[in-house]
């Protein structure tokens, strides 16, 4: 037999299995071949023989096939190799390309995502904006940013947006959003003035006004009174005023000092009339002032600035110079000075 691997109990030479046996020299990760008389060592895919050092070495198939197995990354490992991609891109079912990660499926904005290649985007909605971290939306305080502007009286910051607001009482909302309005209590009724009294609207609120006349005056009108009937001994009353009329004017705190508020003479007037006018009641804290323009005419006037809103009644009386008689008028004017934050 050759090699002397036959059974010598045996007339024929009968091959030994060395790879069953285990009486091979095929090293550790080697695969052992049976042949005839003899047996073989191969090395497992991916390695290849070295014959200087008689072992398998792994081979490296990224050098060896440069960009010919993997789309992105080449990564080689025992035996093998594997592909990878870089970030934004995921491995396909092939393990060889990559393909675009659609990064808005795990949702990672906290608003709305938009998928690109490679990559992803978030944005924010309307109202807000992307925070520097690229992900997180924040509410736009719209208020603070343009201040004074959106809303006549007042802006609320809502999340997303804004609105204004209008003081709790006596104003609506006006139809843009924007301004205030204010409610005309007298028309359309909202207001606890009795009958007796005369609703007046003003800005942010209503009055409620008694145009009543003292005695001996009968009422000539709403607002209107005429001395009629003085007891025959009574000097006060014949020289009290001939008539009471009631006006009502109304001011914003921020109007321009001084202001000429209101005007009295005769009417009609006639050649020779003279007059002359004071304020009787109502002016101890000297808001108002009056001035004679001319002979028939005189003016009152507004000279302090009344810096909080706030009601005045003040009786302004005129004497009448005419034809050597003196006639006593008075005008009663509710002077309502309202706030000018609308
Ligand atoms: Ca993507
Ligand atoms: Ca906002
Ligand atoms: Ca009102």
């Known amino acids: 037999c050759q090699f002397l691997k036959c059974r010598l109990s045996s007339l024929a030479c009968v091959d030994v299995d060395e790879c069953q046996t285990g009486n091979h020299g095929c090293g550790e990760g080697q695969i052992c071949h049976n042949l005839p008389g003899s047996y073989r060592c191969d090395c497992q895919t991916g390695y290849l023989h070295d014959s200087l050092r008689q072992v398998c070495s792994d081979v490296n198939e990224c050098w060896s096939y ?179 009329t009631y006006y009502q004017l109304s001011f914003q705190t921020n109007i321009v000092i001084p202001a000429q508020i209101f005007r009295i003479g005769p009417s009609p007037a006639y050649r020779g009339d003279n007059i002359a006018i004071s304020i009787t009641h109502g002016n101890e804290e000297n808001y108002f002032s009056t001035r004679k323009l001319n002979s028939f005419t005189g003016a009152v006037y507004l000279q302090r600035q009344v810096r909080q809103p706030r009601d005045f009644l003040i009786d302004v009386e005129m004497k009448l110079l005419r034809q050597g008689a003196f006639t006593t008028f008075l005008a009663r004017i509710y002077v309502f000075i309202t706030s000018n934050t609308l």
């Open 66 to 244: 440069p960009g010919r197995l993997c789309a992105q990354t080449c990564e080689n490992s025992p035996g093998s190799y594997q592909c990878s991609c870089t970030a934004g891109f995921s491995l396909a079912f092939d393990g060889k390309n990559c393909e675009d990660l659609n990064e808005c499926d795990s949702s990672p904005c906290g608003q709305e995502c938009a998928n690109i290649y490679g990559s992803y985007q978030c944005y924010c909605r309307q109202g807000f904006y992307l925070k520097e971290d690229g992900h997180t939306c924040e509410d736009i305080d719209e208020c603070s940013q343009s201040i004074g502007n959106l809303c006549v009286f007042q802006c609320v910051n809502v999340p997303g947006s804004y609105q204004c607001a209008c003081p709790p009482n006596g104003y609506t909302m006006s139809t843009t959003g924007h301004t205030c309005r204010d409610i005309d209590e007298c028309s359309t009724g909202v207001h606890n003035c009795s009958t007796e009294q005369t609703c007046s609207n003003v800005q942010g609120g209503y009055r409620c006004l008694s145009f009543s006349c003292p005695p001996y005056y009968r009422k000539v009108s709403d607002t209107r009174c005429e001395r009629s009937g003085c007891p025959a001994n009574s000097v006060d009353c014949q020289t009290s005023p001939l008539r009471i």
